[in-house]
């Protein structure tokens, strides 16, 4: 006697209740060649990235993650500032100091910046970092004797103070030149203003260009110190022996003619020999560590130009530090993107300054080549399985249409089903984006230690590339017994095989060499 139950016979409770849970893992359930169609997608979006990154390609795309991300906030909370021992002050010369102070006159009046380096030298900083252009202006270029305020910069170089001014803006028929010789004769230091922007973001620091957060750490703790914190490939390090930032700029003003070429040589490496190598990878810049510039650790250093009888300084009770930046943050057009948000900058030198003291570095992009192929497998996994869930979804409705039961219950479960598939359709659509929301929140996290992975583009091509298995649902592979797992896949997706398989290996070697 059959005591089994009858074909059309319902379900029990327990089943019915299990059946969505047995049908999610029935669809993330890998074979073999699930997994090694995965393997050969994720490499072929690792290489991609490799090759793209190396050439600079994507960094459009590192600045954009960027931005969303400073537009988040403070997302995550801060503990102790990771740069609190090289934290420099910074003296500057906001809104209310450029219409109260200079009385929103430029050039920048003579006589106040005259009397704010006076005021800030009595301070007994040991550098003196100074974003300002201190250059003759045109009304002062055809004044007889030495200016005052030239006076009182090679008085403190001979005092001892460590002065570093920024190359002035090019002047017609090369006028300034011999004024920034005769402050270097008189032991003044030159470096570049510029600040590094890739696609509308600042994302790096210089290591080893005469920048002027550069030259303030090597003259605040030596050379040595500045190798050390921030190490180079042995290679480089020995070509850059005998060279020090701080003296490069004067170096170069004796052996140019002109402010524009003096400019362009002030910005590059200094490293002897053939750097175009160490460029493309990178090897004399470094990640922008984001704790540097954060404003929770920023902005208790910063201290605001006022008139105290009379004259230019800056309050009594603000910080002392052996470091001070002094420079003007009135300027809009003075902004920068960061990870942190806007910052002006003379706060980006300043925090330049700090990233080079915590010490950052890249990730070996081999580290992170693997990463990535674990990280694309996870997400073809994930989203393979969702367009499983949902061809299976597509495929019991198409049954349910065949049906010839035309009640008005059957039609309202029918259009209630298909809705719900639709629905379904869009929350798969909506997965990548709610993926990537969270990448740039946990990337964050990297950010934090001064490292930035881009995830974009691997789950952007991951999910695209999971949509060639939402057929199998319709139309499943039968595994044929005796075939390996490469075998079975060439014959099931033989694209992966014939075309990304070797086009990844081609993108990776294009990438090493």
């Known amino acids: 006697m059959d005591t089994g139950h009858p074909e059309n016979a319902p379900l029990p409770l327990w089943r019915r209740l299990l059946w969505p849970v047995a049908q999610v893992g029935s669809a993330f359930k890998l074979t073999g060649t699930h997994l090694l169609h995965h393997v050969i997608g994720a490499s072929l979006i690792a290489s ?73 030298a009595r301070r007994d900083a040991r550098v003196l970092a100074i974003d300002l252009d201190l250059a003759p202006a045109v009304y002062e270029q055809h004044d007889a004797g030495a200016r005052p305020l030239d006076q009182l910069l090679d008085r403190l170089a001979a005092d001892g103070r460590q002065l570093v001014l920024i190359l002035p803006e090019q002047s017609d028929r090369n006028a ?23 696609m509308g973001a600042v994302t790096r620091i210089e290591l080893k260009s005469p920048v002027l957060a550069a030259v303030a750490f090597e003259l605040a703790h030596g050379a040595q110190q ?45 490293i002897h020999g053939d750097a175009k190598d160490a460029a493309e990878q990178n090897a004399v810049t470094a990640p922008f560590h984001p704790a540097a510039v954060a404003p929770a650790f920023l902005d208790p250093t910063r201290s605001g130009v006022r008139l105290l009888d009379g004259k230019a300084g800056v309050a009594a009770d603000a910080p002392r530090k052996q470091v001070l930046f002094v420079g003007a943050t009135y300027d809009v057009r003075d902004r920068y993107t960061t990870a942190e948000g806007e ?65 008005r219950l059957h039609r309202m479960g029918t259009l209630a089903e298909f809705y719900g598939i639709r629905l379904m359709l869009v929350l798969v659509w909506a997965s990548p984006f709610a993926i990537g929301a969270l990448a740039i929140y946990l990337s964050r996290g990297l950010l934090e230690q001064g490292w930035w992975v881009n995830p974009g583009p691997l789950i952007a091509g991951m999910f695209l590339h999971a949509m060639s298995l939402r057929d199998e649902a319709h ?32 993108l990776f070697l294009v990438a090493v060499i």
């Open 48 to 120: 991609l990235m490799l090759a793209l990154e190396g050439l600079h390609v994507l960094e459009w795309l590192d600045a954009a993650m960027l931005r969303a991300s400073a537009e988040q906030g403070q997302l995550l909370e801060r503990g102790k500032d990771p740069g609190a021992a090289y934290r420099p002050g910074i003296i500057e010369i906001d809104q209310p100091a450029f219409e109260q102070v200079f009385d929103e006159r430029e050039p920048l009046e003579r006589a106040r910046l005259q009397q704010l380096l006076a005021n800030v």
């Open 176 to 198: 300034n030149l011999p004024w920034i010789r005769a402050r270097c004769a008189a032991g003044v230091h030159f470096a570049s203003p510029r600040i590094r922007e890739r």
């Open 226 to 270: 500045q190798e050390r914190a921030q190490p180079m490939p042995a290679a480089l390090s020995e070509q850059k022996a005998g060279y020090r930032l701080a003296d490069r700029v004067c170096q170069l003003a004796q052996r140019t003619r002109s402010e524009k070429q003096l400019a362009r040589w002030a910005f590059e490496p200094v």
């Open 343 to 407: 910052q002006a900058g003379l706060h980006l030198h300043a925090a330049a300054y700090t990233s080079l003291g915590i010490g950052t570095a890249d990730v070996n992009k081999y580290v992170v080549f693997v990463a990535d192929i674990i990280f694309g497998v996870l997400l073809g996994c994930l989203f393979g399985g969702l367009w499983t869930l949902y061809g299976r979804a597509e495929l019991a409705i198409d049954k349910r249409m065949e049906d010839h039961d035309f009640s």
């Open 475 to 506: 139309h499943p592979h039968e595994e044929v017994p005796g075939l390996n797992v490469w075998a079975q896949l060439r014959r099931t997706h033989p694209g992966i095989v014939l075309v990304q398989a070797p086009l990844a290996v081609l």
